[in-house]
């Protein structure tokens, strides 16, 4: 009979880059480059505002978790909830045999 070893912790992500996972890493790195575009289009307290503003949310995709969720499937719900029919009615099955209670003689 051969064992076999069972995978464990299956659910964290490898570290790649420093104490980065990839996902991180790639996070990190966009809102950086961003940041580098906008010091070139931007100036003054424009930039500073735009850059706190971008750092904040990529860093928030980056490191948040919400309810022990990403907080990039925490936008996916957000926005899929926002954008998403609230009016739900209710239509019964037409095809189902409709369950009447048994009748009680005296």
């Known amino acids: 009979m051969a064992k076999f070893q069972v995978p464990q912790f299956i659910e964290t992500e490898t570290k790649l880059i420093g104490p980065l996972t990839l996902k991180q890493f790639l996070f990190v790195a966009g809102g950086l480059s961003m940041i580098a ?3 070139i289009l931007f100036s003054g307290f424009i930039f500073l505002v735009a850059a706190l503003l971008t750092a904040a949310f990529f860093g928030s995709l980056a490191f ?28 019964p099955k037409q095809d189902q045999a409709q369950v009447l209670p048994p009748s009680v003689t005296p």
Do not use: H, I
């Open 64 to 91: 948040v978790k919400v309810d022990g969720q990403p907080f990039m499937n925490y936008l996916a719900y957000v926005t899929g909830y926002m954008l998403g029919s609230k009016r739900y009615v209710f239509k």
């Open 37 to 39: 575009m906008e010091y």
